[in-house]
């Protein structure tokens, strides 16, 4: 079998820099399996979000409450994802990955099936827990199968998918949820997950195994920070944030067994993730990059669907195209940047130029107004995907540049972390903003509608509405509504632009990798 094949002679072997570190029969093939099992567990992330609106209808849930549907995926993989490296190595990457597809496979028809909130919720945490080793994993893979002179082009490859499938998502999302019903927003990961599953079975080679301590102290600590601090971000706006003990309570325990995560990972004799890791500048730079990266991605998509759908009234197919140009903006910038890459261009030039172009487009957004038409929206879009796909790739190959095939793994699990937090607190974070700047807003707006002023309303148009008070004052009322919906979308985009600039100066810490670092332990250093 070609996996038994590839896997005996193991990255540890030290391949030349003209062949691969786990070469196999048919590459392109496995490829294309292990970039099905990316995009499928990316989707998710945002495929449901079109179709929120239907699942808050059919599942029982509120405004506030229906984004559980989306933080419980994000957060559940981002508490998973730093055992990747671990369990890769305790039962082998290639029975890590086939039991994960497997596992996502089934927690998707269990998510079709949901009949309330809290069983969605607990399917879509089980979903997250699976889909968390299939994106580090899939990193890997492709690394390991490819020769380094070949791996910027497979970067670009994973790159693209990563970034395509959170904005193909409302595309499909909307199309099922229109055409068919919501819950096929799941069930259509069940024949893809199958034909990933089939390839992979056949093709994917394994890493060796190595026994190693699991650092269950750490891994407590990551876990009860990252969870105590989602709980805070979700219910804190229902509970009127710091006025309630709960939320106090919540945002101590964040602090302390994050502040606790990190002292032990710099002086724990066994931390989760070897210490090595962090004296890779480049790597250790590109982690408060990822975070960016995840924010702007994931809470803008979690952001525009509503409002195209309750303030512009456009129909849940049409939401979902008018995301699109995103993706064609993505695709357009990683074939790009991974050719001015792959003949020596300084890869932190198009970092810098991509979170420029991702801070305009954020700009372009905070000019947006209610009478405008398609265009605003498809040109900010457009630039917003040509300003992330000139990041990602890069970015992922200054990263990886330095690093050794043997720590591959625990970097992707670390930069994917990374990004997942951005998302999850991101979206917590712009739904929060939004919910108390409609608030604000309408308070605002509401002390300017005076008694005297609704006497300079046209006479023809009080005719049309009955003359009665009542009725006068409803329809202002709707309006106010909408207008401070529109100021409150405005704030968050604004806010979304200053978090990328800030961003920006970054880029300097980045150093320019020499060339490709050998797969064998002693390029550590290089």
């Not at 082998?92 to 969605?120: D, K, P, W, Y």
């Not at 893979?141 to 670009?156: E, Y």
């Not at 903006?329 to 261009?345: D, E, K, N, Q």
């Not at 172009?357 to 398609?374: E, G, N």
Request: charged share 10%; glycine share 8%.
């Amino acid at each position: 079998m070609a996996s038994a094949a590839a896997s005996s002679a193991g990255p540890s072997a030290a391949p030349s820099s003209g062949t691969a570190a786990l070469p196999v029969r048919n590459k392109g093939l496995l490829t294309f399996g292990v970039m099905l099992a990316t995009i499928m567990q990316i989707l998710d992330g945002t495929i449901a979000n079109v179709a929120l609106p239907h699942m808050q209808t059919s599942l029982g849930g509120t405004a506030d409450t229906i984004t559980w549907v989306l933080t419980s995926y994000i957060v559940a993989s981002a508490i998973a994802i730093p055992v990747t490296g671990w369990i890769s190595e305790r039962i082998g990457s290639r029975n890590l990955f086939l039991l994960s597809v497997a596992g996502f496979i089934i927690a998707s028809a269990l998510c079709g099936a949901a009949q309330n909130l809290t069983e969605m919720v607990a399917f879509r945490v089980l979903q997250g827990i699976a889909a968390a080793f299939m994106n580090p994993l899939s990193q890997t893979v492709l690394l390991d199968i490819n020769a380094p002179r070949d791996q910027p082009r497979a970067m670009a490859i994973w790159g693209m998918g990563v970034m395509i499938g959170p904005i193909l998502g409302p595309v499909l999302g909307g199309w099922l949820t229109e055409n068919f019903d919501w819950r096929w927003v799941f069930y259509v990961n069940l024949p893809l997950g199958v034909i990933c599953l089939a390839i992979m079975w056949w093709l994917l080679p394994s890493r060796p195994l190595r026994r190693r301590g699991f650092d269950l102290f750490g891994f407590s600590l990551l876990a009860i920070g990252i969870g105590a601090l989602q709980l805070m971000l979700d219910r804190g706006q229902g509970e009127d944030w710091f006025s309630s003990a709960e939320i106090w309570i919540e945002t101590l325990i964040a602090v302390i067994a994050l502040w606790m995560f990190v002292m032990h990972m710099a002086t724990g004799k066994n931390p989760m993730f070897e210490r090595s890791l962090w004296h890779n500048r480049n790597l250790v730079t590109a982690l408060f990059f990822m975070p960016v990266l995840g924010l702007v991605m994931m809470a803008t998509m979690a952001l525009l669907p509503p409002m195209l759908q309750s303030l512009y009234g456009y129909p849940v197919i049409d939401t979902g195209l008018l995301l699109m140009p995103r993706g064609i903006g993505v695709m357009i910038t990683m074939f790009v940047s991974s050719r001015l890459v792959a003949h020596g261009v300084d890869p932190r030039l198009p970092v810098g130029l991509g979170f420029l172009l991702v801070a305009w487009s954020l700009y372009d957004m905070t000019q947006w107004t209610l009478a405008m038409d398609i265009w605003p929206v498809v040109l900010s879009g457009f630039i917003q995907g040509l300003g992330m796909g000139l990041v990602f790739m890069p970015l992922n190959g200054i990263a990886f540049a330095t690093l050794p095939a043997n720590q591959r793994t625990e970097a992707a699990s670390l930069t994917n972390l990374s990004r997942n937090i951005g998302s999850s607190i991101g979206i917590s974070l712009v739904t929060t903003v939004l919910a108390r700047g409609m608030q604000t807003s309408h308070a605002d707006l509401a002390q300017r509608v005076t008694p005297e002023r609704l006497q300079t309303l046209d006479p023809g148009l009080l005719a049309n509405l009955g003359g009665s008070t009542d009725t006068v004052l409803a329809v202002v009322n709707a309006e106010v509504t909408r207008q401070s919906m529109m100021i409150a979308y405005l704030n968050d985009f604004k806010a979304m632009m200053i978090v990328t600039a800030c961003a920006i100066p970054l880029v300097v810490l980045l150093r320019k990798p020499k060339g490709p670092v050998e797969n064998d332990p002693a390029a550590a250093g290089h």
